[in-house]
């Protein structure tokens, strides 16, 4: 079992990867480059994160950072030392949330929320709803426009969730709300949100980077 220290009940865990040019973020490539498009990612987990951390000043709550590429190390002189990091590991997107989910709980959380990076319109305000559901219902989803999630959040361990699911795919959201069906889990839907993963996409990142410079301004 996998120990992670100073876990509480609320626990949030972000995936990301190290922004390695050229493995980053390369539906962006076309049109920022191989570092244009790992910068965009850099600045997105760090926003993410920014988010996360004003979270924590208003409910009691730990966060982990599961990344792919790079090491501990990379990610510590990236992010800082003061975070919990944990590789992702092997297997499918399914197969790394799940294993994410499954040592949270074993290790003490009551309720487990993923978040990726891509979605910046994903604020404290969104974050701080998806734990609340997560009082009356098993299971809380945050659509993305282009049919995945941004968020899902769970009371307890459900691996069904996790497989059978083409990930990377428009289905990947329906497919998961199927799933819940099946098992008679109650469902609570975030607002619908865009992720910035095609050149169409960055307008979105520029608009949240402009409404954070007009609210530092006044």
């Known amino acids: 079992m996998l120990h992670l220290p100073e876990i509480a ?33 850099r600045q997105m987990t760090e926003y993410t994160l ?3 951390k004003e979270l924590q000043k208003v ?16 990610m510590q002189d990236w992010l800082g030392s003061g975070l919990v990091y944990q590789s992702q590991g092997e ?16 290790t003490g959380a009551e309720s487990v929320v993923i978040i990726g990076t891509d979605c ?3 604020n404290t305000n969104i974050l701080a709803q998806a734990f609340a559901e997560l009082q009356q219902h098993n299971l809380v989803l945050g659509p993305a426009i282009d049919g995945g999630y941004y968020l899902i959040g769970l ?3 459900i691996p069904e969730l996790f ?11 329906q497919q998961t709300v199927d799933i819940a069906h099946q098992l008679n889990l109650s469902v609570f839907y975030l607002p619908t949100l865009a992720d910035v993963d095609r050149p169409e996409d960055i307008s979105i990142w520029e608009n949240i980077l402009q409404t954070s410079k007009d609210k530092k301004i006044k």
Do not use: C
Not at 30 to 35: I, R, S, T, Y
Not at 91 to 106: H, I, P, T, Y
């Open 9 to 41: 009940k609320q626990h949030l865990i972000i995936f990301t990867r190290y922004p390695e040019p050229g493995k980053t973020k390369t539906r962006l490539i076309p049109a920022l480059g191989n570092e244009g498009a790992a910068h965009l990612h």
């Open 50 to 52: 920014l988010q996360v």
């Open 59 to 74: 409910i009691p709550m730990s966060l982990e950072v599961r990344f792919a590429g790079g090491n501990s190390e990379l």
């Open 91 to 106: 297997g499918d997107l399914g197969k790394r949330m799940e294993r994410s989910l499954v040592n949270a709980f074993q």
């Open 120 to 122: 910046p319109s994903a």
């Open 155 to 157: 009371q307890y361990p």
């Open 163 to 173: 497989t059978d699911t083409d990930w990377g795919t428009d289905r990947v959201f």
